[in-house]
């Protein structure tokens, strides 16, 4: 079936690096944009970087902009997140989700389970 | 970047109760919003697209409503199972917004 699996969270110190990445499966991963987002414990849903299905267009949110490189490998239908320079408000579930597009709509259809970050010292 | 705004905060109602959550951004976005459902240890769940389209397999009781810069998301009978956090998100800007959710409780 659809689906995407998260994995590679973990515990990391402040100003520390780590890679997660989003393994996807039941449909061709190479026909969809995908995005990373992050819930803060206790807190709301943070969209944090966009790729397109090709690779070739990204988007970051102001906070992590400069610090997470959103990747993808279409071959291995993987989605990464590389995220340096870490923070302690960096700390949160991060779900990856495939994007669904047309000339009138956009949204989120399929969510992973997510993946824990923790940062702190 | 476009601020989207979710009233109320929390809600707590009855089973078979109509509840409406609303939304509204900080400037036009057309009909770019969607409604997710998120549950404590659950992923997100897509419920409406382009403001009032029912995703496959959610139940009737759910709709949605607007366009512009208010939006509304409606469950017509309120069952146990809808006990979750609800948020809207805007997919106009390449900064895709979420509002800051709505915590639904059954009484």
């Known amino acids: 079936q659809v689906q995407l699996v998260e994995s590679g969270g973990g515990l990391v110190k402040p100003g520390g690096s780590l890679r997660l990445s989003c393994a996807a499966s039941g449909f061709t991963f190479s026909d969809y944009y995908m995005s990373w987002i992050r819930q803060a414990p206790g807190k709301g849903l943070e969209w944090v970087s966009f790729?397109?299905?090709?690779?070739?267009?990204?988007f970051d949110a102001d906070s992590v902009q400069g610090r997470f490189t959103i990747s993808r490998d279409n071959a291995k239908n993987s989605l990464y997140l590389q995220m340096n320079s870490l923070r302690v408000d960096d700390t949160a579930v991060y779900y990856c989700a495939r994007g669904i597009a047309a000339a009138d709509y956009d949204a989120f259809d399929i969510w992973g389970q997510g993946t824990m970050v923790t940062v702190s010292s | 970047d476009i601020q989207m705004t979710q009233s109320p905060s929390s809600l707590s109602a009855s089973v078979g109760d109509r509840v409406t959550i609303t939304c509204r951004a900080s400037q036009s976005i057309s009909s770019y919003v969607n409604w997710y459902q998120k549950k404590p240890g659950q992923a997100p769940k897509l419920l409406i697209y382009a403001a009032s389209s029912l995703q496959s397999g959610v139940p009737s009781r759910f709709s949605g409503s607007g366009s512009g810069t208010d939006f509304t998301l409606t469950i017509s009978s309120l069952q146990p199972a809808d006990s979750a956090t609800y948020y809207c998100q805007q997919t106009y800007t390449t900064t895709r917004t979420f509002g800051q959710g709505t915590k639904v409780e059954i009484k």
């Open positions: 790729i397109s299905s090709s690779g070739s267009t990204i």
